[in-house]
């Protein structure tokens, strides 16, 4: 997902915005519920593009800010629930 805190701030990335994986697992799981509310896998594929791109790309370090963990596994388990994985 794309990450702008202020669309008029031009050094944000202008209009495109700049990725932001560490937020990517703070939406995922909303797909998700989507996904097991209607059926519809337009909902499940970006659940799991999203999932897949926080895993991969968000910046987790030992020594690194809480922020970037808490952001990331808050939700992640309804992810897993509400995408039917378990």
Do not use: C, H
């Amino acid at each position: 997902m794309r990450y702008q805190a202020n669309p008029a701030n031009t050094s944000e990335g202008g209009r495109s915005g700049v990725g932001a994986p560490d937020l990517n697992l703070l939406v995922a799981p909303m797909y998700a519920w989507l996904y097991a509310q209607t059926g519809n896998v337009t909902y499940r594929d970006m659940a799991d593009a999203l999932f897949v791109g926080g895993v991969n790309g968000a910046w987790i370090a030992p020594d690194g800010p809480n922020k970037q963990y808490n952001q990331n596994y808050r939700w992640s388990f309804d992810y897993v629930k509400w995408r039917g994985l378990v």
